[in-house]
């Protein structure tokens, strides 16, 4: 049985948003679970500490990231967890998590588009699918692209959730000299 709560933050989704989220609170000096289902991604991550295909001049911590390629290990690993990836392929990312594990976590959305087949934007999907009330959502949006986030370049992200203390607590995670954020009470991200 793997140690619970072993990092800050659990990261789920190995594109180019989610490496410079990685990136992002790295350089915070966050520990972070990164679960990663592409086998060469995961692979070359664990032995080179890069992403082989995505903002691949970053080169990772290895006290602070802790690749994994099993979903239940990373979301059992941290209090918080971050979806990024495609809203596509969200529920096949999330096909081997056991349904109970998100309940008491406090899950966070940066991904923007419909879930397929379910016709919902993310949070009501996680909502319904996993039972995560609203509260414990935390939408995550801004008008920032990944390579201009891992260079650093100046932009903001919004944090969204019914509980103004949970949006803020995340978004303390990321914020820094280049990341300013903002906290929203506004559920329109959620339904």
């Not at 959730?161 to 959620?190: C, G, H």
């Amino acid at each position: 049985m793997h140690d619970l709560l072993e990092s800050d933050i659990s990261v789920v989704g190995s594109g180019s948003w989610a490496t410079t989220l990685a990136m992002l609170l790295t350089s915070n000096n966050r520990k972070i679970t990164w679960y990663i289902d592409r086998p060469k991604i995961f692979r070359h991550i664990r032995r080179y500490h890069n992403n082989p295909h995505y903002i691949s001049s970053v080169v990772f911590d290895t006290e602070l990231v802790r690749p994994v390629d099993d979903i239940n290990v990373a979301v059992e690993s941290s209090p918080v967890v971050i979806l990024v990836t495609p809203a596509a392929f969200l529920k096949n990312e999330l096909s081997g998590l056991r349904h109970d594990l998100l309940r008491e976590k406090t899950v966070c959305s940066g991904i923007k588009g419909i879930v397929p087949g379910d016709n919902t934007v993310v949070g009501e999907y996680i909502h319904n699918a996993y039972n995560v009330p609203y509260d414990k959502i935390v939408i995550v949006t801004g008008p920032s692209h990944a390579e201009e986030v891992s260079m650093e370049k100046l932009t903001y992200l919004t944090f969204a959730s019914p509980d103004m203390e949970r949006a803020s607590m995340v978004a303390q995670l990321f914020a820094n000299r280049w990341l300013i954020t903002n906290i929203s009470r506004d559920n329109k991200y959620l339904t």
